[in-house]
């Protein structure tokens, strides 16, 4: 997790507080995320109902469940405020037309992506394997690894579908 803010003080008689963002803080935030407190060594999600910034710096917070200044006071003011660390690396999307050029291997053939056609109904890899060019459907069930630091990618293929 990631510190992003300080509870500060107290807003108002319905257990807003006021938060001292720090940089980390995401641009993009929203509503729906939750916040997290350490209470007790616990990691405690906490949903704004109200997240309103004050420049750069600051925000006027409202959470679910802490509807008294006392409830605030005793749960909330002086902690740090967290967030989950969103880890971009396994974001593993990525577009079919990526892997033309990628050499290939079905069984003990090898041979290279030479195109993609984009269909709907039937989209489709052209390879060629021994100069001579096939088209196999572009589905998830014929690939079993690609390697995208090395370019390579491992089909398995029902018998029969590349007559050489």
């Known amino acids: 997790m990631i510190a992003v803010g300080r509870i500060g003080r107290l807003f108002g008689t319905d257990g807003g507080v006021m938060v001292t963002l720090y940089a980390s803080f995401p641009d993009n935030y929203q509503n729906e995320?939750?916040?997290?407190?350490?209470?007790d060594e616990l990691a405690v999600p906490l949903f704004c109902n109200s997240f309103e910034r004050r420049g750069q710096t600051g925000a006027i917070v409202?959470?679910?469940d802490i509807d008294t200044p006392r409830r605030a006071e005793e749960f909330l003011v002086?902690?740090?405020i967290f967030i989950e660390e969103v880890d971009d690396e396994e974001d593993d999307e990525f577009?079919?037309?990526d892997?033309?050029?990628?050499?290939?291997?079905?069984?003990?053939?090898?041979g290279k992506l030479t195109d993609y056609y984009d269909?709907?109904?039937?989209?489709?890899?052209?390879?060629v394997i021994d100069d001579k060019e096939h088209l196999i459907p572009?589905?998830?069930e014929f690939i079993a690894h690609i390697d995208f630091d090395k370019r390579t990618i491992k089909f398995v293929l029902p018998e029969g579908l590349l007559e050489l």
């Open 33 to 39: 995320e939750p916040l997290f407190v350490v209470i």
């Open 138 to 140: 572009a589905a998830e």
């Open 99 to 110: 892997l033309i050029g990628f050499d290939i291997t079905a069984g003990n053939l090898r």
């Open 95 to 97: 577009y079919m037309e």
């Open 62 to 64: 409202h959470f679910d």
């Open 78 to 80: 002086g902690r740090e």
């Open 119 to 127: 269909s709907e109904a039937n989209p489709l890899f052209e390879i």
